[in-house]
């Protein structure tokens, strides 16, 4: 009786955290932070990153948890060519979709900026 009920045990064990595994092909973006040094903080500074981003497939998605006011998306192909900018004023949380369909594959590069601050990381295609 105890061995039967370890093994349902075990069994559900697996079921579940196969279930609950991550499925798609999503996969973060590791964006780095830059500040003008000219500019001095008057405060201390959040360690809350403000925006993340994540590819899948072609897409894209650029999430901002602050506002940012101005800010400028910028995404570069392999060989440093300029292939997607746009600039949206960031009031609270946002999610922006970017497209890349058509693109090959390849290493690109995005670059976030606000003010003085910036993101910048790269992902492949």
Known sequence: MKK???????????????VSAKTNTEADICLQSTRDKSVRPTSLTSSVTPVTATVDGDLVNVDFYSSLGSTTITIEDPNGVLIYETTV????????????????TGTYFIKIKSGSKSWYGEFDL
């Open 89 to 104: 004023n960031v009031q609270g949380t946002l999610s922006l979709p970017v497209s890349l369909a058509g693109a090959e």
């Open 4 to 18: 039967s009920l370890l093994i349902a045990l075990c069994c559900s064990f697996f079921l579940v955290s196969f």
